[in-house]
């Protein structure tokens, strides 16, 4: 019996239907349906600033000083990683529509007490 392939078009169809907190998953079943989560997932990013008393309103953490740090640290850490792609895989960049910078902090932020400012002027320049 002959088989026949399902084309990507449709699989992606399919793929938009996934509930959009569970498409990360799609990113690693194969290479065809990482493809196609990779624009479902990455074509619009939010990019987070955060720091000090104003971070704790944002997360509505206020009387929980220790997880509003630990999610402040997962958020900037996740965000310092998708702008060093951004800025070093020209064909992920393409894939980025949208860029939502999330910017709370009455202080410095991780990216201005680190390396990383310096690491992506020298990388887009």
Known sequence: ???TRVPPEIWSHIAQQVPQPEQTKL???S???HD???D????AVKIYFLGGEK???VLNANDNYDFAEEVVRKLMTRSWEILRRITQDPSFSRVVKSLTVVGYN???SIFEQSKCPAVFHDEMH
């Open 1 to 3: 019996m002959a088989q």
């Open 31 to 33: 290479r065809l349906f």
């Open 55 to 57: 971070a704790l309103t």
């Open 36 to 38: 196609i989560a990779l």
């Open 106 to 108: 009455d202080g410095m």
């Open 27 to 29: 990113l690693e079943v």
């Open 40 to 43: 479902l997932v990455f074509s």
